[in-house]
């Protein structure tokens, strides 16, 4: 008889709950490489999550850490209190691009500048998921939303933020890369940002920042699969891939 | 200790230390901005944690993160600043975190001015945010009160996971007077069984005020109204003077009730029964005492350094049993003994007891 051989299991960094994610969503992806790179830096029994509003504002009940929940854009703010009293403990936030890109830019970029020693995981799928598919700020130009129905015109509605270029412009930012999940080699690029994120972190070089491109398939309004060769066609000419900025 | 002349934005921040502050987060505010100061200083001598946000909406996020952790944790501002931390409060208030919030009123409404008002009393004792909450707050007249009422609203803030407000004006940040501190409390804080600190060793925390099912958001109000209702009933508290022959009751707080004891005292001098209560809990408000006045007294004369917001307050407590009247100055004007002086004694020619045995102000009877 063959003994089963387990090739892939659920790392313990992910609780057993069902995730409400739509199927199709990279949110599901990025949630498990983070969890597999505590497990693999044997820090998920001393890290923090700090959990967004958005899509993923039950971050919580899937990776099994402890965790809290921040305010809509604030997660960079709520992970400075929590590394200044836990210096020794291992903070992340995870938020959308709503979150940090547009209510939230001021907390990030201040996080960034003050070299808190905190790993920002930014989730950029070009829309406000959670509330039903408005127009980012990492919208395309010509991207149809429910608040851009003509498609984004960028003479009334500006261009889309390039988060990881901004972030790597300040002094306090050690670590700074946009990867994206839309196919299984960028996904392996994706994890090995994350744990250089968390890394640097542990190493105490300051600010890390993972931006990871993301899809939407239910506000895009398209296919799981559709949606991964949008992110491909149309993000990633808006987005290059790359890493930013890597202080040792 | 010995007594020291002490600044009140100073006395407060030095009390929060010895108290066992472990973080503050702030943003400079007139007539707040001592405090920040003195912080910056103090906190990494003692090797606590300081940081100068970069807003006040990123303060009150700082507090709660560094509360989530189980830390004693502080912010200070003014009324433009509190306005911008409503949000952050009112996460405080739903993810039950101890945080204690120093506000040193100045005028408004808008950029208003920099002097000394109370007119946040509505925003500080309604909600201080959106949804159904209300913070405890505690309000001082003199620095040693301030000093002895900041360890309290630490105590206060752990014992009921509970947002802690203290309010106090720019006269009573700005002003200095003999004061004694209290000694360095022992500072140790272990870990609360709710806080986070990395799940090693147990199952995973988590810290939220989401509640998705409707159901489940009514039981956690109706768990947060419960503990209102125990702290009303417990940790009310107010001082007099004069009350148990007062025809009058002058109702006032932090620096008005002292600019309405001098007033007190000049009607005193002159034969007026008159008496000064003063809440020293705004919310709870110390309504059992009041009600227990309300029978007795004549009248009640609200003073406050704003348009009247503690006179509802006042007003609830009294139910129609007494007529109540009010005065107060607007925009950071400071209120003089004698302007309340001559208010208390309009007010006792006013009053009035009807045949039917009724008590009104004329201005009421006329009506
Ligand atoms: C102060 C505040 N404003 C607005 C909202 C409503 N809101 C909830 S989620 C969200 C957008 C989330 O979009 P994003 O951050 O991109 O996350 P996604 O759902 O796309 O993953 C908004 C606007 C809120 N909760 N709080
Ligand atoms: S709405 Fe979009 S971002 Fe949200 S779970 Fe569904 S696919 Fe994912
Ligand atoms: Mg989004």
Redesign the pocket.
């Known amino acids: 008889m063959i003994a089963e051989q387990p090739v892939y299991e659920r790392p313990i960094g992910l609780t057993a709950a069902y995730t409400h994610y739509c199927p199709g969503c990279t ?1 599901g992806i990025a949630h498990r490489l983070t969890a597999e790179v505590l497990e693999e830096l044997g820090i998920l029994g001393r890290t923090i999550g700090v959990a ?5 504002v039950f971050a919580y009940n899937y990776i099994a850490c402890d965790f809290v929940g921040a ?2 854009g604030r997660a960079p703010a709520v992970a400075t209190g929590l590394k200044r009293v836990l210096p020794d403990r291992i903070i992340f936030t995870y ?6 890109a547009s ?1 939230g830019l001021g907390e990030v970029l201040h996080a960034a500048a003050r070299g808190e020693c905190i790993t920002v995981i930014f ?1 950029n ?1 070009a ?5 039903g598919g408005q127009m ?1 700020p990492t919208s395309p130009a010509g991207m149809v939303t429910t608040s851009s129905p003509t498609g984004r015109d960028p003479r009334q509605t500006g261009h889309p933020v390039r988060v990881c270029e901004l972030i790597a412009q300040m002094d306090g930012a050690a670590y700074v890369a946009r990867r994206s999940l839309h196919n299984p080699a960028e996904i392996r690029r994706a994890k090995k940002a994350l744990r250089a994120a968390f890394e640097c972190q542990m190493n105490g070089r300051g600010f890390a920042l993972v931006e990871l491109l993301s899809t ?1 398939p239910t506000n895009w309004g398209m296919t799981p699969v559709d949606a991964l060769r949008w992110v491909e066609e149309r993000m990633l000419p808006v987005f290059p891939l790359g890493e930013f900025k890597n202080v040792p | 200790m010995a007594r020291e002349l002490l600044k009140g934005n100073e006395a407060i921040a030095e009390a929060a230390i010895r108290a066992g502050l472990d973080a503050y987060f702030g943003y400079p505010i007139t007539p707040q901005t001592e405090l920040l100061e003195y912080l910056a200083r103090r906190m990494p001598e003692l090797g606590r944690a300081f940081v100068q946000a970069e807003s006040e909406v990123a303060a009150i996020n700082m507090v709660y993160g560094a509360a989530c952790a189980g830390k004693r944790a502080m912010t200070s501002s003014s009324g433009p600043g509190i306005s911008l931390m409503q ?1 952050g409060l009112s996460y405080i208030a739903g993810a039950e975190l101890p945080a204690v919030v120093v506000d040193v009123m100045r005028g408004g409404p808008g950029l208003g001015n920099i002097a000394a008002s109370q007119s946040d009393y509505f925003q500080v004792t309604r909600s201080a945010g959106h949804g159904d909450f209300r913070p405890l707050t505690l309000a001082p007249a003199t620095i040693q009160e301030a000093i002895d009422l900041t360890g309290l609203a630490f105590d206060l803030a752990e014992r009921y996971r509970m947002l802690v407000i203290l309010l106090i004006d720019g006269n009573l940040g700005q002003m200095m007077e003999p004061a004694e501190l209290p000694p360095f409390r022992q500072h140790t804080s272990p870990t609360p069984e709710w806080a986070v600190s990395g799940a090693e060793g147990r199952p995973h925390r988590i810290i939220t005020s989401l509640y998705l099912q409707p159901e489940a958001l009514e039981r956690h109000n109706l768990k947060l109204q419960k503990k209102l209702a125990v702290i009303a009933e417990r940790e009310q508290r107010f001082a007099g003077l004069y009350l148990e022959d007062a025809d009058l009751i002058v109702v006032a707080f932090g620096s008005a009730a002292r600019v309405a004891q001098n007033a007190v005292e000049a009607a005193r001098a002159q034969g007026m029964a008159v008496g000064l209560f003063r809440p020293i809990t705004l919310s709870p408000f110390p309504m059992r005492a009041l009600e227990r006045l309300a029978p007795r007294a004549r009248a009640f004369l609200v003073v406050e350094m704003n348009a009247g917001q503690m006179v509802e307050d006042v007003r609830l407590a009294v139910a129609g049993r007494a007529p109540v009247r009010f005065y107060g100055r607007l925009g950071g004007v400071e209120m003089l003994p004698d302007e309340v002086l001559q208010a208390i004694e309009q007010a006792m020619r006013d009053t009035r007891v009807t045949k039917n045995g009724a008590r009104m102000l004329d201005a009421e009877v006329q009506r």
């Open positions: 949110h967004s509003v958005g899509c993923s305010a809509h938020q959308g691009d709503g979150d940090l209510i989730i799928n829309i406000y998921g959670m509330t980012a939407c | 949000e």
